[in-house]
């Protein structure tokens, strides 16, 4: 695995300009007697916790502002964080450090435009079986219907769920609807957009599958390891939105995350190969994302999760909307 490592410098002036953006940042998390959280005098968080504590939240500032930059004027594709080192922090000085960056080594895909056109150009309605899945069926209609109605169901003398009448009062209910089969044109529609972006995203992950396979490459263990950790995460997550403890799940289970991990290892390093076709399938193509896009998703999910790391937020952003321009463009080879 190859590495590439950069030297940064803040100048002076810049980095001083992070101290009052760092004060009031330090200030919403500490509290200090008389004063309430968040409410603390900026000279106050100085004196208390002296300026080195202000210092290094300084530092984080500005290579948090500084990294998005440093990966477009570079044109660097890391593969996970870079490992960071401070070379020079001191009050009225510039700010140095390094960034030392996990990069791919040299890939060679297969012909991604001619699959691409093979998968993609397939005549959903010449295919039978994919055209009867885009079908909507009037049963599944009133399946989706009495899922709808079980909302407003009530209980009988024998605590049976009676479910209500579909009438036009019960359509207005969910929405806009003048009477019943515009709220059942409506629940259709519904159906067969989410069949259509099933079978987009099953098109999609066929694709991508068959670029991999042309992938021979070893892959850097950083990469299995990362993409094994969102595994886990995203199951972790799964698990405790359903109620639960993922603790009481691996008890329950009698599994460990070590067992989880080797378990799932093939079917990441699968993973880790589309997403590094999807990568280099941007590079050769020149595919990149606006700046003020990135800047706007970037905002939108730092506002919802305030605790989130910005460059993390910002890297992980950069590849899902690259990753939907190459899924774009592959699909235009049709």
């Known amino acids: 695995m190859s590495s590439i490592e950069i030297l940064c410098e803040v100048s002076a002036e810049s980095f001083e300009k992070e101290r009052p953006i760092a004060l009031k940042k330090v200030g919403e998390e500490i509290s200090l007697p008389g004063f309430r959280k968040g409410h603390v005098p900026e000279n106050m968080i100085a004196q208390k916790f002296g300026d080195a504590f202000i210092l290094e939240e300084m530092a984080n500032l500005a290579m948090d502002r500084a990294y998005s930059e ?12 870079p490992e960071v080192k401070v070379t020079k922090l001191a009050k009225g000085n510039p700010f140095e450090f390094t960034l030392t960056f996990q990069v791919m080594p040299e890939i060679k ?46 209980k009988d003398a024998e605590g049976k769920e009676v479910l209500p009448e579909v ?8 929405g806009p609807f003048a009477n019943v089969e515009e709220f059942k044109t ?67 289970t009698k599994k460990t995350i070590e067992e989880m991990r080797k378990e799932w290892t093939a079917d990441a390093e699968k993973r880790a190969k589309v997403q590094i076709a999807l990568n ?55």
């Open 70 to 81: 440093i990966l477009t004027r570079h044109k660097i594709h890391a593969i996970a964080m």
């Open 109 to 154: 895909l297969p012909d991604y435009k001619k699959i691409a056109k093979e998968v993609m150009s397939g005549d959903e309605s010449a295919d039978s079986r994919l055209g009867r899945e885009l079908i909507v069926t009037d049963e599944e209609v009133e399946q989706a219907l009495n899922e709808l109605r079980k909302q407003f169901a009530t």
């Open 167 to 174: 009438t036009d009062e019960l359509a207005q209910k969910f």
């Open 186 to 252: 409506k629940i259709k529609e519904s159906i067969a957009h989410e069949k259509t972006t099933r079978a987009r995203e099953k098109k999609r992950m066929q694709t991508m599958e068959k670029i991999a396979e042309g992938i021979t490459a070893k892959l850097p263990q950083a990469l299995i390891d990362g993409e094994l950790e969102r595994m886990v995460g995203q199951f972790k997550h799964d698990v405790e939105q359903m109620g639960m403890k993922f603790e009481d799940y691996l008890a329950t």
């Open 280 to 334: 280099e399938i941007s590079l050769l193509e020149k595919i990149e994302v606006l700046k003020e896009d990135l800047d706007r998703e970037s905002k939108f999910f730092m506002e919802k999760y305030t605790d989130a790391e910005p460059a993390r937020v910002r890297m992980h952003l950069e590849m899902m909307l690259v990753n939907e321009k190459v899924f774009q463009f592959l699909e235009s080879q049709k």
